[in-house]
């Protein structure tokens, strides 16, 4: 059967245009690095499939501006980086070698965090039996409670003279619960973890300290240790809460309107009726919805631009479709090509997030797949 080619374009099939602008993130990965200075290596955390924005272009641009760490969460995004970026960069999984996966970790060149007694056990058998000497981070918990080793665990592991044979510990990490809020919670974090890696140090004196993230990287010299892993920094969302925006933005977000509408009497709109429009409103539909990632959330709260007229949703986001409303916009602007900007000069990532009632983080890594993508180098 002779099959017949697709005629149109991405952007003439997709329902949302996304723009990825990768000079920005080198850009705030770059701003990043000079906050710290030479003695602390400047990572990228790409997990999510880099925040949503494309883990293969992003590691690829930033490997380019010369970052050599990379952080994942789980084993799978390791392996696509692997597979985006080459032999040469570090690739480090936070979430650690689950049971039968080391071989893979070995073959592909991924370093483990180990975060538990039961990753640290198995790995060091892995190690051993296997003739394998690679590096690994071992994590420590210094106040999240969520993953890594208890200060017992930390501390019988130490004293054990077999606790870490056969390990080859890159460097000791933890995790900042509240960094970018500046709270006292953060420099009782920190003495916690400077005291754990001076203690780590003494049996393993080339071991290095990785402490900071994002916000945490704006909390001063004293937080940085050797190992910095900036995340949704380097998307543009600001790290800093209640200060202006440090970062250059980096996604741009347009939906476009499939139908425009002037509503002949009240009448209500959308999903359960929750928005009524009144005689003679213009609404707009734009082929965009919570299954690209425009949150449900943002329901009769969300709104977007045309040109710099603000236009508020009109009832509840659906799957695909979400309406607008658009009467203060002229007629001239809601033409056969006219889309809503989402995302972009006066929509930030953190605005869109206030009116979702949620963080950056998840708005970036809700963005769909649907989207018309483009790269910006």
């Known amino acids: 059967m002779r099959s ?94 689950n049971k ?16 538990s007694p039961a990753q640290i056990e198995r790995w060091r058998g892995f190690a051993q039996s296997n003739d394998v000497l690679m590096e690994s981070l071992v994590h420590i918990d210094t106040g999240m409670n969520r993953l890594g080793l208890t200060a017992r665990e930390f501390e019988t592991l130490m004293h054990d003279p077999d606790g870490f044979v056969g390990l080859h510990p890159l460097a000791l990490m933890s995790h900042l619960a509240c960094a970018e809020d500046n709270t006292p919670m953060n420099g009782a974090q920190q003495r916690k ?106 329901s009769n ?6 040109d710099d007229i603000k236009v508020p949703v009109a009832g509840r986001v659906s799957m695909d479709l979400t309406i607008f409303d658009v009467s203060a916009v002229p007629d001239s602007s809601l033409g056969p090509d006219a889309t809503i900007e989402l995302i972009g000069s006066r929509v930030s990532v953190d605005d869109i997030a206030a009116d979702a009632g949620t963080i950056s983080y998840e708005i970036l890594t809700s963005l769909g797949a649907r989207y018309a993508r483009q790269y910006l180098k």
């Open 4 to 97: 017949t080619p697709v005629s149109s374009s991405p952007g003439d099939r997709a329902g949302a245009f996304l723009t990825v602008d990768l000079a920005a993130i080198v850009e705030n990965w770059r701003l990043l690095k000079r906050q710290v200075g030479p003695a602390c290596e400047m990572g990228a955390v790409v997990k999510a499939d880099a925040y949503g924005t494309g883990v293969a272009p992003v590691g690829k641009a930033l490997k380019d501006a010369g970052c050599t760490t990379f952080f994942v969460a789980h084993l799978d995004e390791g392996l696509t980086l692997r597979a985006a970026i080459g032999d040469g960069p570090r690739i480090v999984v936070m979430h650690g070698p």
């Open 100 to 115: 039968g996966t080391e071989r893979d970790f070995a073959a592909f060149r991924l370093v483990p965090v180990l975060n």
């Open 193 to 298: 973890f400077a005291a754990a890696l001076e203690t780590f140090r003494s049996k393993f004196p080339d071991a290095k300290g990785s402490f900071t993230n994002s916000s945490g990287i704006f909390l001063g010299p004293a937080y940085h240790f050797h190992f910095a892993r900036p995340g949704v920094a380097l998307y543009g969302a600001n790290p800093l809460s209640g200060k202006p925006n440090p970062m250059i933005p980096v996604v741009r977000l347009k939906g476009k309107i499939v139908q425009v509408r002037r509503v002949d009497a009240a009448a209500p709109v959308g999903y359960g009726a929750t928005y009524t429009a009144q005689d003679g409103e213009k609404l707009a539909t734009v082929s965009i919805g919570y299954a690209d990632g425009l949150l449900r959330s943002l």
């Open 301 to 306: 709260r969300g709104h977007g631009y045309i």
